[in-house]
């Protein structure tokens, strides 16, 4: 378990939200499945929603607004940044595009979205009075954050020069893998998508939470309105598996072998 009350270091993943057109449904269909509370936002956050475990903010939820034509649900990664604007700089001169130009979000913090060269989508956050996530790798809350790529080599290249960061290779036989290092310590993941995946198949930012019994948690996702895309399976990090929400959204969960380690999978 780690709980935080300050702003993550720079190229940490922060904060994780989704964005759908039904928010009550979404709602339900996560406190059915990780037992999450909300705070519902007032209307000058667009009744933005925060999921509570154990007290502590674990990732958000909106509502699309009304009329506008929006991307398909996803869940969003945020990485940590101390400032959004010098990042958003960095990530077009590394060949990223900037999706949504840094923005002040209230006294909330500061943010932008982009895309890096494979396609992945992932936001950036410059925390103030909201700094991310308060608490992690506990069941329901997030554990692990990785993007997939088409393009593993380019990637690395892409946030090795944005964040800085370092990797530690943990290729296997026939997949290769790097955990993303800042400050010495392994923050997520950069994987290669499997070999056979069709192009179509986007680029992706995956947000993994922490549960007790993946088999059981994917058994109530099917009876929540949820679909699996990937059924339990053992790694050497623990057991996992791949859901698709209500609305479409993929995400994993996760048992670590060691909850007190970080994941790669």
Do not use: C
């Not at 909300?38 to 925060?50: A, R, V």
Request: glycine share 12%.
């Amino acid at each position: 378990m780690t709980t935080r009350d300050t702003n993550w270091p720079e190229g940490t993943p922060a904060w994780a939200d989704l964005m759908v057109p039904d928010g009550d449904a979404a709602r339900e269909f996560y406190t059915g499945l990780f037992g999450w509370d909300f705070q519902l936002g007032d209307e000058d956050t667009g009744f933005y929603s925060q999921a509570i475990v154990d007290g502590h903010i674990v990732a958000g939820l909106m509502q699309s607004p009304p009329g506008e034509e929006t991307p398909p649900p996803s869940w969003t990664t945020y990485l940590a940044v101390d400032d959004a604007d010098h990042a958003a700089t960095a990530i077009t001169e590394a060949g990223g595009i900037v999706m949504m130009a840094p923005m002040e979000v209230m006294d909330f913090g500061r943010m932008a979205i982009a895309a890096d060269p494979a396609g992945a989508v992932f936001g950036v956050w410059q925390g103030d009075t909201h700094t991310g996530a308060q608490i992690v790798n506990v069941p329901g809350a997030m554990v692990w954050n990785e993007t997939l790529s088409h393009d593993f080599d380019a990637a690395k290249a892409f946030y090795g020069t944005v964040f800085g960061y370092e990797f530690q290779d943990l290729s296997g036989d026939g997949f290769r893998y790097a955990g993303i290092q800042v400050d010495g310590s392994v923050v997520g993941g950069i994987g290669q998508l499997p070999e056979g995946t069709p192009p179509e198949v986007p680029s992706l930012w995956l947000t993994y939470f922490q549960v007790e019994d993946p088999a059981a948690t994917v058994a109530r996702a099917g009876e929540l309105g949820g679909t699996i895309q990937q059924d339990p399976r053992d790694s050497p990090y623990g057991q996992l598996a791949v859901i698709i929400g209500p609305a479409g959204e993929t995400f994993a969960v996760i048992r670590p072998a060691d909850p007190t380690a970080a994941v790669p999978t």
